[in-house]
């Protein structure tokens, strides 16, 4: 079977791995297989121009191997450019495990994932990701320090969602400014569209600054819950959309902003912490600008999280956390600006100042 896919001309031509849509220059792709544990994993390292190639593993029970390859390649490409925007001196990296995180994940197979990760010598780091649990982490620790967000007993630095909850928060209020004149959310109507760990914190701040939630979620014991521990409204409606409303935040799903959804929206802005919540992002970012509706890059405002774990490596605090997280207004207000006057999509403007910094620094070096 091996003989006859390596001597059939068709085939021959097929690139399945540097000819993949989500190939992007891609430095190294690490194809981790382990009989015993069930392991198959892959580790895509993106770019180290700026630093270790940092991000989280994903466990998902992938239709196929092409899938789970196209999503890790995008992921860590997407890495790359959070951390460059974000100021961090890291690169992008991202690993995912073949299977059914509920079923199919064992102590045998983490320990098994941790050694393939230390036999990288620090040129990937991992974290958590869909699938993961701190818990999980901390085992991978015991064999290898390329990891983190483990738990704050074990020194690190825990939980990221709150920290991501604000960054977006901080993002919302820069493109609220942006837009309104004025970066206060009070009588904003703000609809959060998933709650977990990232759309709930991110309600509490909405609340506190007096904006008009509206919450929806696919769990309806969490969507009570949230709402009567913030006085939030759940949206009742089947279609979010076409509501009437100032900003919209996709907290649940990537790809919600679609060709299905992009003409129906009315919201004024887009700030949500979901990761690529552009189906496309040329084309429905470039309908987004034609259409008036002011799109904060995902990747810029959902750094939060990076930002917590990077304070592992780096060995600051809270405060420089909060810091740096702060600063995502400063950039958002500084895209959003770049967009509007060179009328490109704020993705575009986001993603220049990104390659902007990896080129200066691989010209230093
Ligand atoms: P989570 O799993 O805790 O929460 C997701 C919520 O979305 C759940 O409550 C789920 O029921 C709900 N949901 C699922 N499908 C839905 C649908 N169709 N409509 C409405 N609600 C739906 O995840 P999280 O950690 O809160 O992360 C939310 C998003 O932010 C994810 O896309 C994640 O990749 C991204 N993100 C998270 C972090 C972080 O620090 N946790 C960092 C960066 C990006």
Request: charged share 25%; glycine share 10%.
């Amino acid at each position: 079977m091996t003989t006859e896919i390596v001597s059939s001309p068709e085939l021959k031509k097929i690139a399945p791995v540097f000819g993949q849509l989500s190939f992007d220059n891609h430095e190294q792709i690490v194809f981790c297989n382990d009989k015993d544990t069930g392991l198959k994993a892959i580790i895509g390292i993106h770019n180290t121009v700026l630093g270790p190639a940092l991000g989280g593993t994903r466990m998902w029970d992938y239709a196929t191997e092409w899938d789970a390859l196209n999503d890790v390649l995008r992921l860590s490409r997407g890495m790359t450019y959070k951390s460059a925007i974000t100021g961090l001196n890291l690169g992008g990296g991202k690993a995912v495990i073949l299977g059914d995180a509920k079923t199919q994940k064992t102590p045998e197979l983490m320990l098994r994932f941790g050694e393939f990760v230390n036999s990288l010598g620090g040129k990937y780091i991992t974290a958590e990701d869909v699938g993961m649990a701190t818990s999980d982490m901390d085992l991978v620790r015991t064999v290898t320090p390329y990891v983190t967000g483990i738990s704050e007993d074990k020194g690190g630095a825990g939980n990221p969602s709150p920290i991501t909850a604000y960054g977006v928060f901080m993002g919302m209020k820069a493109a609220a400014k942006f837009t309104y004149g004025s970066d206060v959310l009070e009588d904003k109507k703000v609809f959060v569209q998933g709650i977990g760990n990232v759309g709930e914190a991110l309600v509490e701040h909405l609340t506190n600054e007096g904006a008009k939630v509206f919450i929806t979620d696919i769990n309806r014991e969490r969507l009570e819950s949230v709402r009567d521990k913030y006085q939030a409204t759940i949206y009742e409606g089947n279609n979010l959309y076409e509501e009437e409303m100032d900003i919209y935040a996709p907290c649940a799903l990537g790809a919600t902003i679609n060709d299905d959804t992009i003409y129906q929206l009315k919201a004024k802005i887009i700030a949500g912490a979901a990761n690529n919540q552009l189906a496309e992002e040329n084309k429905h970012g470039m309908i987004l600008r034609e259409r008036g509706i002011v799109y904060a890059p995902d990747f810029l405002i959902n750094a939060g999280g990076i930002i917590n774990v990077y304070a592992e490596l780096e060995n600051y605090g809270k405060q420089e956390i909060i810091r740096k997280t702060e600063n995502i207004y400063n950039t958002t207000l500084e895209i959003l600006t770049k967009a509007n006057v060179k009328n490109i999509t704020t993705f575009q403007a986001a993603f220049e100042i990104a390659q902007a910094r990896i080129d200066a620094r691989k010209n230093e070096q």
